[in-house]
């Protein structure tokens, strides 16, 4: 069993970045590739960011390549989502979750354990 406890989402200008943390509970947490997924209002859930068990392999969605960072620190059982050049269309609430295997994956039925997500909200 992971727990997952997002933090670090907010209110920012069009423009600015905020780091995402994500805090997983449990001592098999280097066993689990991670990911970040956002669902805006109206909207379905969508793939954000992924990274493997290491943080040696990442994968982007389009949208957010060249802007987003994840990584992960393995000793602190914490991932990492740092945004910058934030958008109006980046507003979302955004959700980490683990993934059962070592190898990342942005298909969001194949992970098993999920935070209840944090806001972020991007104004122009």
């Known amino acids: 069993q992971v727990q997952l406890v997002e933090s670090g989402g907010g209110l920012v200008q069009a423009g600015g970045s905020l780091r995402l943390s994500c805090a997983a509970s449990?001592?098999?947490?280097?066993?689990?590739?991670m990911g970040w997924f956002r669902q805006a209002p109206g909207k379905e859930r969508e793939f954000v960011a992924a990274?493997?068990?290491?943080?040696?392999?990442?994968h982007y969605a389009d949208s957010v390549k060249g802007r987003f960072t994840i990584s992960r620190d393995n000793a602190k059982n914490t991932v990492y989502l740092q945004m910058n050049s934030l958008k109006p269309e980046d507003t979302a609430v955004y959700y980490c979750?683990?993934?059962?295997?070592?190898?990342?994956?942005?298909?969001?039925?194949?992970?098993?354990?999920w935070g209840q997500g944090t806001q972020v909200t991007v104004s122009s």
């Open positions: 979750a683990a993934h059962s295997s070592f190898s990342l994956t942005r298909l969001a039925y194949e992970y098993r354990y």
């Open positions: 990274i493997n068990w290491s943080g040696g392999s990442t």
């Open positions: 449990g001592r098999t947490f280097s066993s689990y590739a």
